[in-house]
Each structure stands twice: as C-alpha cells, then as structure tokens.
C-alpha cells in the first residue's frame, strides 16, 4: 500500500487526506502490537516496556550492542534484533520504576516500566523502526517539536548565530527554493 513520492503528488489534497488516514491507521495497529511503545528525536530513542510490579534489575538481562538489541525479563525475550542504525553504547542507559507520564499508553496500572533510552550515533536522522524486523513508521510524516537557539550546544549555536547574520538562507529558505525550482521546471 506504500506509494513512491512522484505516485504521491499526483494525488488530489483528497485522495492524499484519505491515503495518509489509512497508512496512519495500519501504522497505528502494528505500532501497538509491538510489546513496547517507543519515541524519538533526532538524537535518541527511547522504549518503554511494561515489566510486571516488582521487576528488579537482576531479573532483566539487556544488552546493549553498537547495532543491536537484546532484551529478556524474567527469562522470557522480549525485543531481540538489529537496530536501523548504529547507536553509542556508552551513552545508552536502562531504568526499571514507574513512570506515570507512561501509566495512560498501558493496561497493567499495577506493573512498572523498563525504560531504555538508546542514544543515536548519528543524531541527525528519523528511525522508521527500533528493531529491524519489526514494523516501519512513515518518517515523512514526523513533526519535530519547536526547538530554539537555547536548545543547542555552544558550538552549534555559534555557528547557526553567525549563519543568520551573515543573511545565509534557513532551511525552510532552502525548501522553498527547491520547491520553486521543481516547479519552474516543470
């Protein structure tokens, strides 16, 4: 059901609403299927899987890999597989508690939550998946939260400061320029 980007802009606003709707919906029950429940930003992920109350740390084992996953409670696995792409090991954690932010997305509001936060090695891209066997999102259709000048680290801030000043384009600038350049050439 996955149309090319070139099939997708032929599409009236309508026939786009309608396709988005229904990928959107598929997503959504192969998203809840999985046995954890995921976000993320363009620097990490992080998975929250429900444990039953009174997990302690020694019942989990995980192991954390460069380019995998291995996650087992209680002796059962529970995520086992490659990652997209690679992540920084050393600066990847797990935490076991109860996380109320978390407690509406389950049904066990006795149980607690594994938190794994995986730190990405190029924090610069969208993740379609955690695992790859398991079932992809559309990360054309992500939406990252407003960000400012204060979010960035010193060095990157300084750099988009000078790049302001010096009248370089913004990348929405940019985008629109692209935008009209396909469609003078058409």
Partial sequence: MSLTDDAYSRLS?????KYDSEV??????????????????LDHVEMMIPVPSGTRSKQVQLTLKRTSISVTVHGSIIVEGALPKPILTDDSTWTIGTFSIFKKAYAE??????????EKENQNE????????????DTRKIKPEDSSL????GET????????????PTSDQLQQQEMLAKFTQS
């Fill in 150 to 153: 204060s979010d960035l680290d």
């Fill in 109 to 118: 509001d006795d149980g607690s939550l594994l938190s794994i936060y995986l």
């Fill in 126 to 137: 969208w993740w379609p998946h955690v695992v790859t066997h398991h079932p992809k999102i």
């Fill in 13 to 17: 606003q309508e026939e786009r609403d």
């Fill in 157 to 168: 801030r300084a750099m988009v400061e000078k790049m302001m000043q010096m009248g370089l």
């Fill in 24 to 41: 959107l919906a598929k997503e959504k029950l192969e998203q809840e299927a999985l046995p954890y429940k995921w976000t993320q930003t």
